[in-house]
């Protein structure tokens, strides 16, 4: 296979610098979706959805004259009580069900978050500021754009912002242990169902903040995060599901591999880097069905 | 005396459905008698992914993938390979050289997209539930990348136009009568052989595996098989389905099965009711018309935009699965009861 | 003695099958009182009828005020401490990190700092192991962590369900002497469900025996042993 491009270090250093990027921002969604299968043990489908929406309530926002930044904390803001309200009002009364029931039900979520926000919003495609400068610098050679190290910094800041809030605090102590035992949590005086609306409204902030760290680049239109959210969710399945660390390792990776792949073999070129991609995926999940850092579940008979 | 009573009712209402079939055609207009064979081919497409996610219990978000497997072969198929190049496409070898009949085509589609379901099926034993949904969402937005780029195989981003259909054999039916009676033909047929499987040993073995694979194995039933069958039958059915679709539009192009159909799909096989055959029919004709009626509701003099179809069949699929979980057809069970405790005693 | 808890004719159901068939029992302020019976007789439901974790009917009253139904965390926060079947515990977080939640009940920071050093003092190779991965502790000590957990809530009214499930004889006694020391140091109320009467009885002043889900004996425990049908069915001789 001829390679396209001549190979420097420098363009792989560029490639590798802004698949980092684009795959903090799969690593964002990917943390919501373990985020929310770890508490609620659920799938939501509907993920990327709502981070869609979310962008364009803040797209809405900064169209009516708010300045960026704070269109950006308003818009987590409305995030993190649209993914509570979500939960509350559409996950609780079917908590208790088989799983595929209620991955069902989030299909359907996504299918009417994405005729309402071409309804609401409109389906022409549309331009989403950046909060960062149209600049590069110069690294040990490689060329970095500002708006790819903002995003990392900006998705990986709130990663681990929300590590600390799990490890230190004691409401990140309490959902963690809802997540593990949520009967043996309510004997301790835990409101579980609050927990698990907690859960849910931070996975929507991650959400939120995956779509506008991706609209500059892609775009603002209903169908923005369907491919973001398939490599999330590829990246949280190559992690593990239920790891949150493998997550964010898996958005990385999938990102940076992406982006080689797209760059060096002329057969995936362009158009072929998402088959390429869930094709790895596959084969890595037949192997290890658990993902690289899931615990294996052992079926006793 | 009774046990005879709810057969001979489902009997007389099936006898009734295909009557009613047979003459549709006497009194609908040419445009609505379209739109019921577009519901016959969704009736194809959800009698596979019913016995796929419904009765074997794995989840499909990819069912359209295969309804385009299937219209493509149909397609390659009618045009051959002299056809194929005529649109300006290099084509393969392994394309006849004169196209065939399209309805000659439909078999082949299916049994061609049996035979990729059932090897998609292998590797999808080791996944269940989460990755087999995602496995299968995959293979749907793949497809189209696919599709466009080979385009030696699949006529690439531009599509394939397809010869206008016309009933074969020199008989004389309208084409329109034609298109609705080859797919209801089909439906019935497929119907039947669905029918067969689900009420058989198949089926009982779907249904073991279904509700809990590890009681099933020690039971005799052999998970790997049965599960591998159903997603090779659910394919098949789909790519039956997809050729109907490629003949009646007489176009295929990457974008006509979209990751949206696999969606709705299954929205529609929820809605209808898993694992019952006759929630299928509802759902089949949720799937055509309640998108037209969510855009301009009957009755009411008002338009809506196009993006009101999703919203509607989204929520909907979501009331369902809160309120009526067993879908249309468990409403049924429980209107019809009456009825049938009341044949039963008289 | 006040009552602490009392049940008055309180029935229970798994689904379509009832477990309990009208319990009415009482447990004095600092009292420990066990209560025994058969695999299936319904000690189990008892208490998780108290602290609302199964569907039930009848009264229970604490403290005077009748429990609110179906909401375990509201009887948590009431002041029972209800260690399970299983003991419960969040193996896959460390020993203090299991304390820590059995602090959340009454605001965990300042109630830990308080209670811990009283918890350390029953429990002390606890201190040592802070950082250990709950689920590696031997069986006995996940029993003596669960107890130390529920401690650190500073209960009104513990609930102990099989403490003695799967461990060894010594471990039991080290136990069940905890338990004893605790109820005669602070007073604390144990109810302590138990199918090793033996041990039980020797702890317990009181103790009901359940039989298909209702109280079939009850009285002082030194009566008890003297009990032909007890010394036969449950204590061997």
């Known amino acids: 296979m001829a390679l396209p491009l001549a190979f420097t270090w420098a363009e792989f250093g560029q490639q590798v610098t802004s698949g980092l990027a684009s795959g903090a921002i799969y690593a964002s969604l990917a943390l919501a979706l373990v985020l929310i299968y770890q508490t609620t043990n659920v799938v939501n489908f509907a993920q990327g959805e709502m981070a869609t929406f979310t ?194 390792v898996g958005g990385l990776l999938i990102g940076v591999v992406i982006n080689l792949l797209g760059a060096y073999v002329n057969f995936v070129g362009q158009e072929l880097r998402l088959p390429t991609a869930l094709a790895v995926l596959l084969i890595v999940l037949v192997i290890r069905p658990s993902g690289l850092f899931g615990r294996v579940v052992v079926r006793k008979v | 005396m009774r046990r005879w009573t709810t057969p001979l009712l489902q009997g007389l209402a099936l006898a009734g459905a295909v009557l009613l079939i047979a003459v549709l055609p006497r009194f609908t ?99 269940a539930g989460v990755s087999l949904a995602l496995a299968t969402l995959a293979v749907a937005v793949s497809l189209p990348a ?59 073995a779907w249904r073991a595996i279904r509700d809990g694979e590890i009681a099933a194995v020690s039971s005799g039933v052999s998970p790997a098989v049965y599960k591998t069958l159903a997603f090779g039958i659910s394919a098949a059915y789909a790519g039956v389905a997809g050729a109907l679709f490629a003949i009646q539009v007489s176009y295929i192009n990457p974008d006509t099965f979209p990751v949206t159909l696999s969606l709705l799909l299954l929205a529609s096989a929820v809605i209808g009711g898993l694992a019952s055959l006759s929630g299928v029919i509802v759902g089949a004709f949720v799937l055509e018309f309640l998108p037209i009626y969510a855009q301009s509701p009957p009755l009411v003099h008002l338009h809506f935009a196009k993006q009101a179809g999703p919203v509607v069949f989204g929520v909907t699929l979501m009331l369902i699965v809160l309120l009526i979980p067993g879908g249309a057809a468990s409403l049924l069970v429980r209107v019809t009861r009456p009825v049938r405790t009341w044949a039963s005693r008289s | 003695m006040s009552t602490l808890l009392e049940l008055r004719r309180v029935e229970a159901r798994y689904g379509p099958i009832k477990a309990l068939h009208g319990v009415s029992l009482t447990v004095a302020d600092g009292e420990i009182v066990a209560l025994l019976g058969a695999n299936g007789a319904g000690k189990t439901t008892t208490l998780r009828a108290v602290s609302g974790t199964v569907r039930h009917s009848g009264e229970i009253v604490f403290e005077g005020k009748q429990i609110a139904r179906g909401k375990p965390d509201a009887v948590a926060r009431a002041g029972i401490a209800h260690v399970p079947e299983g003991r419960g515990l969040f193996t896959q977080l460390s020993v203090w990190e299991n304390l820590r939640m059995g602090a959340y009940v009454r605001g965990e920071r300042r109630t830990l700092r308080a209670e811990a050093p009283r918890v350390f003092k029953y429990f002390p190779w606890l201190e040592r192991r802070r950082d250990q991965q709950a689920g590696t502790l031997s069986g006995g000590e996940q029993q003596m ?16 369900d099989e403490p003695s499930l799967g461990l060894a004889p010594t471990v039991v006694q080290e136990i069940f002497r905890i338990v004893k020391e605790l109820n005669v140091d602070d007073g604390l109320t144990v109810l302590v469900v138990e199918q090793n009467a033996n041990v039980a009885l020797d702890a317990a002043a009181r103790a009901y025996v359940l039989e298909v889900g209702q109280v079939a004996i009850e009285g002082q425990s030194a009566e008890l042993r003297r009990h032909e049908g007890i010394r036969k069915s449950y204590l061997g001789y």
Request: proline share 5%.
């Open chain 1, 55 to 248: 962008t364009y309530v803040a797209w809405t926002m900064m169209h009516h004259g708010l300045s960026y930044w704070p269109a950006f904390v308003l818009t987590l803001l409305i995030a993190f009580g649209g993914g509570v309200t979500v939960e509350r009002v559409l996950i609780r009364p079917v908590e208790h069900r088989p799983e595929i029931v209620i991955v069902i039900l989030t299909i359907g979520l996504f299918i009417a978050i994405n005729g309402l926000v071409g309804w609401v919003f409109g389906p022409e495609v549309k331009a989403f500021d950046s909060p960062f400068p149209n600049r590069s610098v110069v690294l040990g050679g490689v060329s970095i754009s500002v708006q790819d190290i903002g995003t990392f910094g900006v998705c990986l800041g709130t990663v681990v912002a929300l590590w600390l809030f799990f490890r230190l605090t004691t409401l990140g102590l309490a959902m963690r242990a809802v997540a593990f035992n949520p009967d043996a949590s309510r004997l301790m005086g835990v409101r579980v169902g609050w927990m698990l609306a907690l859960g849910w409204g931070f996975a929507a902030v991650l959400g939120a903040i995956a779509g506008m760290m991706a609209a500059p680049t892609v775009f603002l239109d209903p169908d923005m995060m369907l491919v973001v959210l398939i490599y999330a969710f590829a990246a949280a399945v190559l992690g593990g599901i239920d790891s949150p660390v493998g997550a964010v």
């Open chain 2, 29 to 127: 207009s040419e445009f609505r008698l379209g739109q019921f064979t577009y519901v016959g081919i969704y009736f194809v497409a959800l009698l596979g992914l019913n016995i796929l996610t419904g009765y074997s219990g794995q989840i499909t978000l990819g069912h359209a993938a295969f309804m385009a497997i299937g219209g493509y072969t149909a397609a390659l198929l009618i045009l051959g390979r002299s056809g194929f190049e005529l649109l300006g496409h290099q084509a393969s070898h392994v394309l006849p050289q004169h196209g065939m009949r399209a309805i000659f085509t439909i078999p082949i589609a299916g049994l061609v997209t049996g035979v990729i379901g059932c090897l998609f099926g292998i590797p999808a034993l080791r996944l």
């Open chain 2, 146 to 204: 696919i599709a466009k780029r080979f385009e030696h195989l699949t006529g690439g981003g531009g599509g394939l136009s397809l010869p206008l259909p016309h009933a074969p054999f020199g008989w004389h039916v309208s084409t329109p009568h034609w298109l609705y009676y080859e797919a209801w033909v089909c439906a019935g047929i497929l119907f039947v052989v669905a029918w067969l499987l689900v009420r058989g040993r198949v089926g009982r």
């Open chain 3, 145 to 160: 962590l669960a107890l130390a957990r529920a401690l650190v809530g500073r209960p009104r009214l513990l609930m102990l």
